[in-house]
């Protein structure tokens, strides 16, 4: 699909061209009818009751916990509205979880919504909050030309190449920790919280922009090679 995807498989036996993704091109230039709204969106990692992968990177059932405390606590603390877009993986039991949390510490105006419809919500909201990288939502939201947050405790410890974790800081804030978290939620508040959308980001990981539309680069390519019948 990308320039990075490129580098990756390059010195396998195939030739290999970064032609586009369909998919994330019609993304990316589809034309929303939503108004976004002032929400924040707080997409969550699965529950980790029923994912023994999160064994060995970083994302334990106590740091969840911990980072979702965080985050709602200090949405509510800002008056500020937040919606909470659960992980398909055990998310009936999340979601009687996080009302049950929202109900004890009595914050306002924070809602736990779940369903099939990840790319289509997301495009609603001006900012979002990760505590979960290793989700394909992720590679979605970072081509949507608003504010990405990360938060996330280990993020200099998780096992992503060094060039690709460079590359997330120029496209997201980084929070590590509850008053990194804070100061961005008052600067997004204030309305100075920008995003750090690019056309590097673009290129590099999700399709060439020196291209058309990737539809029409790989139908031409296959034409090319494809030979004519007798």
């Known amino acids: 699909h990308s320039q990075y995807e490129l580098q990756c498989l390059k010195d396998y036996e195939h030739s290999v061209l970064a032609l586009g993704s369909i998919s994330r091109y019609e993304m990316l230039n589809f034309n929303s009818k939503f108004k976004q709204s002032e929400k924040i969106l707080f997409c969550l ?16 059932s106590n740091k969840k916990y911990n980072a979702s405390s965080d985050v709602l606590s200090l949405v509510s603390d800002q008056s500020l509205s937040l919606d909470i877009k ?12 996080y009302k049950k949390l929202i109900h004890e510490n009595k914050y306002k105006n924070i809602n736990p919504i779940y369903g099939n419809f990840g790319e289509l919500i997301a495009r609603k909201y001006k900012i979002i ?40 800081r120029q496209r997201c804030y980084i929070a590590k920790n509850k008053k990194e978290l804070k100061y961005l939620l008052i600067q997004y508040k ?7 959308w690019s056309d590097y980001f673009i290129n590099k990981y999700v399709f060439p922009l020196d291209n058309s539309n990737p539809g029409v680069e790989i139908a031409n390519y296959i034409n090319s090679i494809v030979k004519a019948p007798n």
């Not at 659960?86 to 979880?97: I, R």
């Not at 204030?190 to 750090?196: A, E, M, N, T």
Request: net charge negative; hydrophobic share 45%.
């Open 190 to 196: 204030k309305g100075k919280l920008q995003s750090k």
């Open 129 to 168: 909050i990760f505590d979960y990288l290793a989700s394909a939502l992720v590679n979605f939201i970072l081509t949507l030309n608003i504010c990405v947050i990360i938060y996330n405790q280990d993020f200099e410890k998780l096992l992503i190449n060094e060039e690709v974790k460079e590359d997330l």
């Open 86 to 97: 659960l992980h398909p993986a055990g998310e009936v039991n999340s979601y009687f979880f």
């Open 45 to 60: 990692g699965p529950d980790v009751n029923f994912n023994f992968r999160q064994l060995l990177n970083f994302y334990s």
